[in-house]
């Protein structure tokens, strides 16, 4: 019986009781090459902690550690060490920028990543990595030795332990690459599946990464219609929610993902007439706390999405949740990047708002009062603007703090004879219709606040009412300023729907003002800081062309479309 795999692009065959022996002739050859580094570089060039190319092993079988340590101990140029953290138990060799790590993971895969039947990269029972930490030398060619050495791993470990091995990716972190092989080594047969090689694009230099989950990463390369730039509710604690291939890896790999990367969740694709509108849903790693306490390198991911997008011949970057906050209502990034068009989504979030509460008005009544919560903020005025000049005699009472009220009577249509300030959180009980638009990082109204069967149309991304909310008050119901574009896709799910109630074509009113802008083939930014009437009037008519529209009575993801007309558990 012989085994086989690669050798500097050829076919060798060698017997298993070789395997493993440094001795043996063109073994000794690229063992020594991967084992040392005298030939490419001195401990002084070997600088930061970067990793540079990284391949991934999975075996099927949980085999003791300590034994798989030493089944290829003779093939790495360093004694193994135990380790563990929240995430894997694991030996780890390292030496002159090598470093292979042998893991079990804590947890079990991911939900969503647990195919059942075939070992994948997602359910293996041990990880193996071989590292890189140096950038490559092309003239040693040390990420061919790196390949031949995972096939060497891979073949030693299926004959010793009767295991299956799946050498899955090689991930070039400088290139932004991803070479997907998918090799199949057993115990019988040396390599039983040889698929061709598949490479492709996993970001853009180590500003921007996409994620390796592959139902969700984007196969299109080509220059893109629109970007939308978000943000996780929450910081990115473990990287391995977007890219599950890390499973194998320690906590302090998450050091490897620089504070100013952002990471490609998702294609997403609208067609427009006999056009498909390509983009991509990006996200920065800061979550709305950590952006705060981050800002300068918030701000920076945000400006290198920018510096992607034109790599990528963008027409549109659309901000999203507080993204416009985070930049000064885009100020900062026209500033920083005038070459690149931005729009801030306040536009058509401001007229979905205004046109919601119309809606919301014609199912429970009209004569009650519209509290907005936030009315000084840029979505704030923007959206009291448009109600001013739809229904200039409804009832509003504009609730924001002291230091701001003063702005809230300069915006064109405000009447103090029905229009009334307040910065008195108990003066919103008067109020039948209840719209958020704060830039808060979190709830700040709870059940005591509401006056009864209030309708909440809740626009800010963190929501300013939390759901729990609902169960000190059914009476109460919350819906989401939400848009509907007619055949959109987006593999990723925004947050906004359960798996048994999504409808696809939903989505962020902000998102829905960049496709509208990239549909027009929009030339140059759009809305930075205020709306003004012109703008408001060009996206409605933009809107009716391409029939993107206010999606109705969307409350929170597990409760799917709810009836304003039914109260508490009946809805």
């Known amino acids: 019986m012989y085994h086989v795999f690669l050798l500097d692009n050829l076919l060798v065959y060698i017997k298993p009781a070789r395997i493993a022996q440094k001795n043996y002739a063109w073994g000794k050859l690229y063992l020594e090459s991967f084992r040392t580094s005298e030939i490419v570089m001195n401990q002084e060039e070997l600088g930061d902690d970067k990793y540079y190319l990284i391949d991934f092993l999975h075996l099927a079988s949980k085999i003791d550690l300590y034994s798989l340590a030493t089944a290829i101990r003779p093939l790495v140029g360093a004694a193994f060490e135990f380790q563990e953290d929240v995430f894997v138990t694991c ?28 070992l994948t990269e997602d359910n293996a029972s041990t990880y193996i990595t071989l590292a890189l930490k140096r950038p490559l030398d092309t003239d040693c060619n040390l990420g061919m030795c790196q390949q031949n050495s995972a096939a060497l791993v891979a073949t030693t470990l ?27 080594y057993t115990s019988d047969v040396a390599l ?70 952002s990471i490609v969740l998702s294609p997403i694709e609208v067609p427009v007439g006999d056009r498909l509108l390509r983009g991509e849903l990006v996200t ?36 999203g949740a507080l993204i416009p906050s985070l930049t000064r209502h885009g100020r900062f990034l026209r500033q920083t990047k005038p070459d690149v068009s ?16 119309e809606e919301i008005e014609q199912e429970i009544g009209s004569d009650g009062v519209v509290a907005v919560i936030g009315a000084a903020g840029s979505t704030g005025r923007a959206a009291l603007r448009c109600m001013f000049r739809r229904s200039p005699t409804r009832k509003i009472l504009a609730v924001d703090l002291s230091l701001q009220l003063d702005k809230i009577p300069q ?6 004879k029905v229009h009334k300030l307040t910065s008195l959180k108990h003066e919103i009980k008067e109020a039948t219709i209840v719209v958020c638009v704060t830039n808060a990082i979190g709830s700040i109204l709870q059940p005591e606040d509401f006056g009864p069967n209030t309708v909440v149309l809740d626009d ?28 959109l896709s987006c593999p990723f799910e925004m947050g906004l729907f359960a798996p048994q109630n999504r409808d696809q074509e939903v989505t962020f009113t902000c998102l829905a003002e960049a496709v509208l802008l990239a549909a027009e083939h929009y030339p140059c930014s759009y809305i930075v800081g205020d709306p003004t009437d012109e703008q408001f009037d060009y996206l409605e008519k933009v809107a009716v062309r391409h029939s993107v529209t206010p999606a109705r009575f969307f409350s929170f993801p597990s409760l799917g479309a709810v009836d304003l007309r039914v109260h508490g558990q009946e809805n």
């Open 192 to 261: 039983v599946d040889y698929p061709h090689p598949v490479i492709f694009s996993s970001g853009w230099k180590r500003q921007v990464f996409v994620t390796t989950i592959d139902s969700l990463r984007p196969k299109y390369e080509g220059p893109l219609d629109f970007l939308f730039v978000v943000h996780p509710r929450t910081a990115i604690e473990d990287w391995r929610q977007l890219f599950p291939i890390l499973r194998g890896l320690r906590a302090s790999f998450a050091g490897f993902f620089p504070p100013t990367s």
């Open 460 to 487: 800010a991304q963190p929501e300013n009412v939390d759901q729990s909310v609902l169960v000190a008050r059914p009476d109460i119901r919350i819906i989401k300023c939400l848009a509907r574009i007619p055949g």
């Open 158 to 184: 299926a004959n010793a332990f009767d295991t299956e091995v799946l050498h899955s990716k090689t991930w070039d972190i400088d290139l932004a690459k991803t070479t997907l092989w998918n090799r199949r």
């Open 284 to 319: 920065i790693p800061h979550g709305p706390v950590e952006m705060l306490d981050r800002l300068p390198e918030a701000r920076d991911a945000v400006v290198q999405i920018l510096d992607y997008a034109k790599y990528r011949e963008t027409k549109m970057v659309g901000l």
């Open 91 to 118: 030996m780890v060799s390292s030496w002159d920028g090598h470093e292979v790590t042998i893991a079990h993971p804590v947890h079990a895969a991911l939900p969503g990543h647990e195919a059942g039947g075939q």
């Open 342 to 357: 931005i729009t801030t989504g306040h536009g058509f979030t401001a007229l979905t708002i205004a046109r919601m509460v």
């Open 411 to 416: 915006i064109p249509g405000w009447n103090p």
